[in-house]
């Protein structure tokens, strides 16, 4: 079955710092989608990416599918964005889009 | 605007004992409905899934059950809690991307 890697899996930054999150699996995916869990647990969507790259203020999403890889890059990092970044891949486009999850980057950002 | 709620919060339950977690999906009709379960400090695995009322598909088996008995509405349960159930269940909607609801922490002792 779908196996996803996430690295690293634990990163400490100081504030302002950049971060690139990969994430690498091993069978053909239809969608990649990452996720931000709060320390107190909400799993967040930050991007849905099934290729290219994509924005949404500090964060960029790239995704090259052929390759089968993806990655986020968090720019000027903030305290706020201290927590744990999963990356999630879904290997079929029917009804059950199971995603199958990486074991997720934590990251704490110190100010 | 869709909302997604589940319920309890949390939970603290002795081993043996039954369990019924809900999860409510309000502005989408006839939506993909999911269960995934999160141990402490680990990943998500998919759980269940469901694409329409009264139909539900077993991902992984963890002695548990799920149904979906309206078309906003999926509930996980058992008769008989293990010590292994203890995690973080969380409920997701899709319609392609998938969007997750606030979880349920559950610790059983």
């Known amino acids: 079955g779908q196996q996803v890697q996430q690295s690293p899996a634990s990163l400490v930054l100081q504030e302002g710092e950049n971060a690139e999150l990969q994430c690498n699996f091993s069978s053909t995916a239809t969608r990649l989608q990452w996720f931000y869990q709060h320390p107190g647990g909400r799993l967040v969507s930050l991007f849905y990416?099934?290729?290219g790259t994509k924005h949404t203020g500090r964060l960029t999403s790239t995704t090259v599918t052929n390759e089968r890889r993806g990655s986020l890059h968090i720019s000027s990092s903030q305290t706020t964005d201290s927590g744990t970044y999963f990356c999630a891949i879904a290997n079929s486009g029917g009804s059950n889009a199971k995603l199958t999850f990486g074991k997720g980057t934590k990251l704490s950002v110190k100010s | 605007a869709q909302t997604i709620h589940q319920w309890p919060v949390a939970e603290i339950k002795a081993v043996g004992s039954p369990l019924s977690l809900g999860c409510t999906i309000k502005?989408?009709?006839?939506?993909?409905l999911y269960w995934y379960w999160q141990a402490t400090g680990g990943t998500l695995q998919q759980l269940f899934y469901s694409i329409t009322v009264g139909q539900v598909e077993s991902v992984v088996q963890l002695n548990l059950s799920a149904s979906r008995p309206k078309d906003d509405q999926f509930i996980l349960s058992t008769e008989k809690l293990l010590l292994s159930h203890s995690g973080f269940y969380l409920c997701a909607w899709s319609l392609g991307e998938q969007y997750f609801g606030p979880g349920t922490r559950l610790t059983v002792l």
């Open positions: 502005g989408k009709s006839s939506p993909n």
């Open positions: 990416n099934p290729s």
